[in-house]
């Protein structure tokens, strides 16, 4: 075919957003943990905050912190309980840190 011509006008039609640098996630350690694991986050300003852990399917599992904290470095202990008090089962789950200018994610590994 001698008829067909080929324009590039970017990656997407979506328009770039520049993503505000307001927090930031470590990975937890140590990972794979048993019995607990920490997870380090810096927030850039004062703010409210949500830093929970979720199974593979979505359900929440344990909230670690939650509410309003300082600019700064923080952290969170992550004992391998649910929130109801029983202990997770070994496998994968991830952390979410929400906050105003976005939502971070990790994954880690409770290993018995």
């Known amino acids: 075919y001698d ?3 080929f324009e ?3 990656a ?3 328009p770039e957003i520049e993503l505000s640098a307001g927090a ?3 990975q937890s350690y140590p990972n794979p943990f ?3 694991t920490r997870i380090d986050f810096s927030l850039s300003q004062a703010g409210a905050i949500d ?3 979720f199974d593979a399917s979505g359900r929440r599992l344990a909230t670690l912190r939650r509410g309003e904290l300082g600019a700064g470095e923080h952290h969170a202990i992550w004992n391998g309980l649910a929130t ?4 997770a089962a070994s496998g994968t789950y991830f952390y979410t840190l929400k906050t105003a200018s976005g939502v ?3 994954r880690l590994v409770l290993a018995d």
């Open 24 to 26: 930031t996630l470590g």
């Open 8 to 10: 590039w006008f970017g």
């Open 3 to 5: 008829n067909i011509v």
């Open 12 to 14: 997407t039609d979506a």
């Open 34 to 36: 048993h019995p607990s």
């Open 104 to 106: 971070r994610s990790g």
């Open 84 to 87: 109801d008090g029983n202990p």
């Open 51 to 53: 830093l929970s852990v």
